[in-house]
């Protein structure tokens, strides 16, 4: 079972990158999806979600910059960043949650990927 981000890397103010959570081991069904991320020296932060009817939701830092979808058929979600501002800055990781039972919860994390953006 596992999460795998890909897709960060170096990117000016101002620009594009668009970042992917594959899955592999389970399917993302039943799954809400998040995107949190985590500057040096902060608190991880939760930036977006999308549950497996497809409702989003958004920090208010990012929204109207970031969009977060999903392609069941890939079992991957994407987190579109546009717009970005150094303050974006951070390792930003993927979170799949699913409430199996009243008390069990089926939680994974992926690695995480860097996204640095310049002034």
């Known amino acids: 079972v596992q999460l795998v981000e890909s897709g960060g890397g170096l990117v000016e103010s101002g620009g594009s990158l668009r970042l992917s959570c594959a899955a592999s081991g389970f399917t993302f069904d039943d799954y809400a999806i998040a995107w949190f991320r985590q500057a040096p020296g902060k608190q991880r932060e939760l930036v977006a979600t999308?549950?497996?009817?497809?409702?989003?939701n958004y920090a208010d830092s990012v929204k109207g910059r970031f969009t977060i979808s999903n392609d069941n058929a890939k079992n991957t979600v994407y987190l579109q960043m546009d717009s970005l501002k150094p303050e974006d800055t951070a390792v930003y990781y993927c979170?799949?949650?699913?409430?199996?039972?009243?008390?069990?919860?089926?939680?994974?994390w992926g690695q995480g990927t860097q996204v640095t953006v310049s002034s």
């Open positions: 979170n799949a949650k699913r409430q199996l039972s009243r008390t069990t919860v089926s939680n994974y």
């Open positions: 999308i549950t497996s009817g497809g409702t989003t």
